[in-house]
């Protein structure tokens, strides 16, 4: 069974695409579903697109029709921990929909069908991403990032860590939205906008799933300036620096 590469950005997707070898191609839903061998490892890669419903369909069509034995989404997040700078790296413990809320009927956050506000990623492959990211922020990424991008982004020293991440269908682009995230869900690190969404379907099909995700801007009034600018100069190579370490230093 083939392992699952979700991105959310066109230009990580890219990126894995042109290291693969014997590539078949499958448009499914508006979607370009990339089967074949990555560092060895039989995938499936596959762009997203923005937003809860455009993953959660995504990662169903991976499950349902491409039979895959998990899922690894790579993308950006914006911090909502002031600790968190531009370049630190937040490996999923928990995803939370923070835009899911049906009160009075059931207590904010919480997923009807689940019964849980907290999807826990799968345990086995924490340690072995956090590995592949501590490689490559503190023995690659200086290399393989160019000097001018390293000093621009000061990315001198990345952080790496395992928390617990937020999705929901909106861009957070406030500090007056930061403060109300941070109270409503004290263990949150960053936010974006699919890894709940992909947390729920796996749960549903009793698929492992992990989620990777680079900060890109701190969800404040500077985040539509920093979001683009890291996503073009960066992202990408977080991603595939990220995904070849785990894929060449573990048996998958
Ligand atoms: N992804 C990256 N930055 C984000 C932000 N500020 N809000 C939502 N998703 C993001």
């Known amino acids: 069974m083939p392992v699952a590469v979700l991105s959310a950005m066109a230009e990580e997707n890219a990126s894995l695409v042109h ?30 697109h923005w937003g809860k419903v455009a993953a959660a369909s995504t990662a169903s069509v991976l499950i349902n029709r491409f039979n895959v034995s998990e899922i690894i989404f790579t993308g950006v997040a914006g911090a909502i921990d002031h600790t968190l700078n531009v370049g630190d790296v937040v490996i999923a413990s928990d995803l939370y929909q923070h835009d899911m809320d049906a009160r009075p009927l059931i207590a904010r956050h919480e997923i009807p069908l689940l019964g849980v506000s907290a999807m826990p990623s799968d345990t086995s492959r924490r340690k072995p991403l956090m590995d592949a990211a501590n490689t490559f922020v503190k023995t690659q990424l200086a290399h393989e990032l160019p000097a001018e991008i390293v000093t621009e982004f000061s990315l001198q020293q990345p952080f790496v860590t395992t928390a617990a991440i937020a999705s929901g269908d909106q861009f957070i682009s406030s500090t007056q939205q930061v403060v109300d995230l941070r109270e409503r869900l004290p263990d949150v690190v960053c936010v974006e906008m699919e890894g709940g969404a992909v947390a729920q379907v796996c749960t549903e099909f009793n698929i492992p799933f992990s989620i990777i995700r680079t900060i890109s801007d701190a969800a404040n009034e500077q985040a539509g300036i920093d979001f683009p600018r890291f996503v073009k100069e960066a992202a990408q190579l977080y991603s595939m620096g990220i995904v070849r370490n785990l894929f060449t230093q573990n048996t998958l």
């Open 19 to 48: 290291q693969m070898v014997d590539v078949q191609r499958t448009e499914i839903g508006k979607r370009v579903y990339h089967e074949g061998c990555l560092w060895g490892v039989d995938v499936v890669v596959v762009f997203s």
